[in-house]
Protein backbone atom coordinates (compact mmCIF):
# COMPACT_ATOMS: atom_id res chain seq x y z
CA UNK A 1 0.00 0.00 0.00
CA UNK A 2 1.59 3.64 -0.95
CA UNK A 3 0.64 6.23 1.26
CA UNK A 4 0.79 9.79 0.62
CA UNK A 5 4.45 11.83 1.41
CA UNK A 6 3.82 13.63 4.57
CA UNK A 7 5.22 17.08 4.82
CA UNK A 8 8.51 17.27 6.29
CA UNK A 9 8.67 20.06 8.99
CA UNK A 10 10.95 18.36 11.84
CA UNK A 11 14.50 17.63 11.65
CA UNK A 12 15.25 14.60 9.60
CA UNK A 13 17.05 13.08 12.99
CA UNK A 14 13.45 12.89 14.35
CA UNK A 15 11.60 11.34 11.41
CA UNK A 16 11.78 7.89 10.44
CA UNK A 17 9.17 7.05 7.35
CA UNK A 18 5.89 8.52 8.18
CA UNK A 19 6.56 8.39 11.97
CA UNK A 20 8.19 11.69 13.60
CA UNK A 21 9.42 12.10 17.15
CA UNK A 22 9.12 15.17 19.35
CA UNK A 23 11.41 15.02 22.53
CA UNK A 24 11.04 18.69 24.92
CA UNK A 25 12.89 19.30 27.81
CA UNK A 26 10.82 21.85 29.97
CA UNK A 27 11.65 23.70 33.19
CA UNK A 28 9.18 23.05 35.83
CA UNK A 29 7.51 26.05 38.54
CA UNK A 30 8.38 25.47 42.00
CA UNK A 31 4.84 23.17 42.59
CA UNK A 32 5.74 21.11 39.39
CA UNK A 33 7.94 19.23 41.50
CA UNK A 34 4.64 18.15 43.62
CA UNK A 35 2.17 18.34 40.89
CA UNK A 36 4.00 16.29 37.98
CA UNK A 37 4.80 13.15 40.20
CA UNK A 38 0.68 13.33 41.41
CA UNK A 39 -0.32 13.48 37.75
CA UNK A 40 2.02 10.43 36.68
CA UNK A 41 0.37 8.53 39.64
CA UNK A 42 -3.10 9.73 38.85
CA UNK A 43 -2.70 8.64 35.51
CA UNK A 44 -1.43 4.87 35.92
CA UNK A 45 -3.90 4.45 38.89
CA UNK A 46 -7.03 5.73 36.08
CA UNK A 47 -5.77 4.64 32.44
CA UNK A 48 -9.34 6.25 31.34
CA UNK A 49 -7.98 9.79 32.44
CA UNK A 50 -5.73 9.10 28.93
CA UNK A 51 -8.59 7.60 27.00
CA UNK A 52 -8.86 11.05 24.87
CA UNK A 53 -5.37 10.57 23.87
CA UNK A 54 -5.76 7.02 22.51
CA UNK A 55 -8.38 8.12 20.02
CA UNK A 56 -5.67 10.36 18.55
CA UNK A 57 -5.22 6.93 16.71
CA UNK A 58 -1.91 8.72 14.94
CA UNK A 59 0.29 8.88 17.92
CA UNK A 60 2.40 5.19 19.00
CA UNK A 61 4.04 6.39 21.85
CA UNK A 62 4.32 9.24 25.09
CA UNK A 63 6.08 9.48 27.81
CA UNK A 64 6.87 11.70 30.32
CA UNK A 65 9.58 11.89 32.87
CA UNK A 66 10.22 14.55 35.75
CA UNK A 67 14.42 15.13 35.68
CA UNK A 68 16.05 16.46 38.69
CA UNK A 69 19.54 15.60 37.95
CA UNK A 70 21.69 14.69 34.83
CA UNK A 71 23.10 11.38 34.85
CA UNK A 72 26.34 10.81 35.62
CA UNK A 73 28.60 9.80 32.89
CA UNK A 74 32.33 9.97 35.00
CA UNK A 75 34.96 12.41 35.16
CA UNK A 76 35.11 15.40 33.92
CA UNK A 77 31.51 15.47 34.39
CA UNK A 78 30.54 16.53 37.75
CA UNK A 79 27.35 15.59 39.61
CA UNK A 80 24.70 18.18 38.61
CA UNK A 81 21.43 18.94 40.10
CA UNK A 82 19.17 20.98 38.60
CA UNK A 83 18.03 24.06 40.57
CA UNK A 84 14.28 23.04 39.44
CA UNK A 85 13.39 20.17 37.99
CA UNK A 86 12.34 19.85 34.19
CA UNK A 87 9.86 17.87 32.34
CA UNK A 88 10.93 15.55 29.76
CA UNK A 89 8.38 14.25 27.21
CA UNK A 90 8.89 12.42 24.18
CA UNK A 91 6.21 11.10 21.48
CA UNK A 92 6.00 9.17 19.04
CA UNK A 93 2.97 9.88 16.05
CA UNK A 94 2.21 9.49 12.04
CA UNK A 95 2.47 13.05 9.96
CA UNK A 96 3.82 16.35 10.11
CA UNK A 97 4.88 18.04 13.80
CA UNK A 98 2.06 20.69 12.69
CA UNK A 99 -0.59 18.24 12.23
CA UNK A 100 0.48 17.10 15.74
CA UNK A 101 0.15 20.21 17.53
CA UNK A 102 -3.13 21.39 15.67
CA UNK A 103 -4.93 17.94 16.64
CA UNK A 104 -3.58 17.87 19.89
CA UNK A 105 -4.37 21.20 21.43
CA UNK A 106 -7.66 20.70 20.01
CA UNK A 107 -8.54 16.97 20.98
CA UNK A 108 -6.64 17.31 24.42
CA UNK A 109 -7.48 20.81 25.47
CA UNK A 110 -8.04 19.76 29.63
CA UNK A 111 -5.21 17.41 29.16
CA UNK A 112 -2.40 19.67 27.67
CA UNK A 113 -3.00 22.18 30.51
CA UNK A 114 -2.92 19.21 33.05
CA UNK A 115 0.75 18.10 31.77
CA UNK A 116 1.88 21.54 30.83
CA UNK A 117 0.63 23.98 33.37
CA UNK A 118 3.33 23.43 35.45
CA UNK A 119 6.09 24.28 33.05
CA UNK A 120 7.41 27.92 32.83
CA UNK A 121 6.20 29.57 29.89
CA UNK A 122 3.09 27.29 29.23
CA UNK A 123 0.79 29.71 27.24
CA UNK A 124 -2.16 27.41 27.34
CA UNK A 125 -2.79 25.15 24.32
CA UNK A 126 -5.08 27.58 22.18
CA UNK A 127 -4.84 29.18 20.57
CA UNK A 128 -2.59 26.42 18.64
CA UNK A 129 0.21 29.55 17.50
CA UNK A 130 1.84 30.06 20.98
CA UNK A 131 1.59 26.54 21.53
CA UNK A 132 3.27 25.38 19.07
CA UNK A 133 5.90 28.70 19.75
CA UNK A 134 6.62 26.75 23.12
CA UNK A 135 7.18 23.34 21.66
CA UNK A 136 9.86 24.61 19.16
CA UNK A 137 11.50 26.83 21.75
CA UNK A 138 12.25 23.80 23.89
CA UNK A 139 12.26 21.03 21.59
CA UNK A 140 15.44 18.76 21.46
CA UNK A 141 16.64 17.18 18.69
CA UNK A 142 17.43 13.28 18.65
CA UNK A 143 20.37 12.03 17.72
CA UNK A 144 18.87 8.73 16.92
CA UNK A 145 15.44 7.64 16.53
CA UNK A 146 14.16 4.26 15.64
CA UNK A 147 10.19 2.81 14.50
CA UNK A 148 10.43 -0.32 14.51
CA UNK A 149 7.34 0.05 10.78
CA UNK A 150 8.39 2.92 9.75
CA UNK A 151 6.21 3.10 6.78
CA UNK A 152 2.84 1.83 8.49
CA UNK A 153 0.54 4.03 10.43
CA UNK A 154 -0.45 3.46 13.84
CA UNK A 155 -3.84 2.31 12.56
CA UNK A 156 -2.30 0.07 9.87
CA UNK A 157 -0.74 -1.85 12.65
CA UNK A 158 -3.57 -1.70 15.20
CA UNK A 159 -5.70 -3.43 11.82
CA UNK A 160 -3.12 -5.99 11.17
CA UNK A 161 -2.67 -7.18 14.77
CA UNK A 162 -6.76 -7.26 15.06
CA UNK A 163 -6.80 -8.93 11.74
CA UNK A 164 -3.98 -11.75 12.60
CA UNK A 165 -5.91 -12.44 15.79
CA UNK A 166 -8.94 -13.31 13.31
CA UNK A 167 -7.10 -15.27 11.02
CA UNK A 168 -5.19 -17.30 13.68
CA UNK A 169 -8.86 -17.89 15.46
CA UNK A 170 -9.83 -19.40 11.62
CA UNK A 171 -6.97 -21.41 11.07
CA UNK A 172 -8.31 -23.09 14.30
CA UNK A 173 -11.80 -23.37 13.63
CA UNK A 174 -10.94 -24.37 10.25
CA UNK A 175 -9.31 -27.63 11.43
CA UNK A 176 -12.46 -28.97 12.48
CA UNK A 177 -14.46 -27.63 9.51
CA UNK A 178 -15.74 -29.90 7.38
CA UNK A 179 -14.70 -29.82 3.45
CA UNK A 180 -18.04 -28.70 2.21
CA UNK A 181 -18.54 -25.95 5.11
CA UNK A 182 -14.90 -24.46 4.24
CA UNK A 183 -15.73 -22.37 1.70
CA UNK A 184 -18.67 -20.44 3.33
CA UNK A 185 -16.55 -19.65 6.60
CA UNK A 186 -13.89 -18.35 4.27
CA UNK A 187 -16.05 -16.63 2.35
CA UNK A 188 -17.08 -15.23 5.81
CA UNK A 189 -13.84 -14.46 6.91
CA UNK A 190 -13.00 -12.24 3.87
CA UNK A 191 -15.79 -10.34 4.27
CA UNK A 192 -15.27 -9.75 7.71
CA UNK A 193 -11.63 -8.96 7.20
CA UNK A 194 -12.07 -6.05 5.06
CA UNK A 195 -12.97 -3.55 7.55
CA UNK A 196 -9.05 -4.38 8.79
CA UNK A 197 -7.60 -4.09 5.12
Same mark, same amino acid.
Given at each position: ?? #?? !?? =??????????? +??? =????????????????????????? !?? @?????? $? @????????????IR?????? /????? &???????????? %?????? !???ID??? +???????? %???? =?? +????? /?????????????????? =?????????????????AL? #?????????? +????? /?? $???????? !??????? &???
Amino acid at each position: MS #LP !AV =SIDAPPSNVAG +RTT =SITLFTTQKWWGRFFMPFMFTTSRA !AP @KALEAM $D @KLSFISFASWSLIRELPYNG /PPQTV &RRLRYPHLFFEV %SFNGSW !AQYIDSSV +RVLTTGMY %SFWS =SS +RTFPG /PLPASPFQRFFKTHEVDT =SHYYCAYPEATVTIVRSALA #LEERLDMFAH +RAQNL /PE $DAFDAAWD !AFLEDAQ &RFL
